[in-house]
């Protein structure tokens, strides 16, 4: 038994290391944007969240990985907030694409855009 406890304990150490794991998403400073927003919304409006949220973007396609879910739909809302409403629904569009889970929200969304423009 004494002959096993050296190897079972460099298995154990062993199996404790692990390498460097790609991240699934890319979050930058989404959660912070959002915290910000609702906490200090006359320092975190709307084009502030547009000038952020773009950036993580842009730092996303940079290391090759995927937007957050929400990031697009977030943008979005923002855009529509600044009256940008047709980069709006590109955004809701991008969302509903990269997560599809998410469709039917955005095509609410779309549909509120669409309702908005004929009134």
Known sequence: ???YLPLLLLVTLLTGCQTAVKPLYYWGQ???TLYQTYKNP???GPAEQVARLKEDLTKAAAQNLQPNPGLHAQLGYALYQ???TEE???EFAAEKALFPE???FMDRMLAKL???QKS
Request: no cysteine.
């Open 30 to 32: 989404y959660e912070n």
């Open 114 to 116: 669409e309702g908005a």
């Open 88 to 90: 709006a629904k590109q």
């Open 42 to 44: 006359d320092k975190a």
């Open 102 to 104: 998410s469709a039917v």
């Open 82 to 84: 600044l009256g940008r």
């Open 1 to 3: 038994m004494k002959s």
